[in-house]
């Protein structure tokens, strides 16, 4: 019972390079999201997509691109990397409808140097 | 703007010893409260929702409730394996189901 998968688990990076996050579920769910965890900071929302074809800008979207590939999949890209970016970035998926909890993976620890 | 707080930042205690964690929280029209458990390098696991004041919702040794200006989450007897950070978020009446986030109260449990 896999849930929410991501890949890569760890990425070093230089700064300027491009990279591509991945992320898929198999609970079919309709809702997907991205975030990225700071020190001290709550989880921030960069993009969700609330079904399939559909895509929208979170709280912090600048920098970052995102596709939904499928029902199941969910990328989130860096066309250009800056060390502000370094973080811990998680995706998350939902069932359709309001309040339906968010189920996460184990998220990419993203430094760029 | 939509903001939640959670106290303490951090918890030590020890093995038996009750206490609970608040959330406050200041949006415009709640839709649903969340509580999430993180252990290090893994991501939030979800452990409860809770929909209007008034409402609890239980768990081993965990127990949710909610008013209209915070959230507490009531940990009775822990155990050195509740040792984790809890995270509470807030989803806002007409944002499609996003979710904004509190820093999280990181609980140490000791034997």
């Known amino acids: 019972n896999a849930g929410v998968t991501q890949t890569p688990k760890f990425q070093v990076l230089k700064t300027g390079q491009s990279m591509t996050l991945q992320c898929a579920q198999d609970m079919n769910h309709n809702s997907m999201y991205w975030y990225r965890q700071d020190p001290g900071m709550g989880l921030r929302l960069i993009y969700y997509?609330?079904?399939?074809?559909?895509?929208d800008k979170g709280e912090v979207p600048n920098g970052y691109n995102v596709s939904r590939l499928n029902k199941r999949e969910f990328s989130l890209r860096l066309e250009s990397a800056a060390p502000s970016q370094t973080s811990v970035y998680f995706c998350a998926s939902s069932d359709r409808g309001g309040n339906q909890p968010q189920h996460f993976g184990d998220g990419t620890r993203l430094s760029i140097l | 703007e939509d903001q939640v707080t959670q106290s303490p930042e951090a918890l030590r205690l020890q093995e038996g010893e009750s206490s609970s964690l608040n959330c406050s929280y200041t949006?415009?029209?709640?839709?649903?409260l969340f509580w999430y458990r993180q252990d290090p390098g893994k991501g939030p696991e979800f452990l409860f929702t809770l929909y209007s004041a008034g409402e609890e919702k239980e768990k081993e040794r965990l127990k949710a409730t909610l008013t209209k200006k915070e959230s507490f989450l009531h940990i009775t007897a822990p155990k050195p394996e509740d040792s984790a950070t809890y995270l509470c978020a807030v989803q806002v009446a007409g944002t499609a189901s996003k979710l904004t986030f509190g820093t999280g109260t990181r609980l140490q449990v000791t034997l």
């Open positions: 997509s609330a079904s399939e074809g559909t895509t």
């Open positions: 949006v415009s029209g709640l839709r649903g």
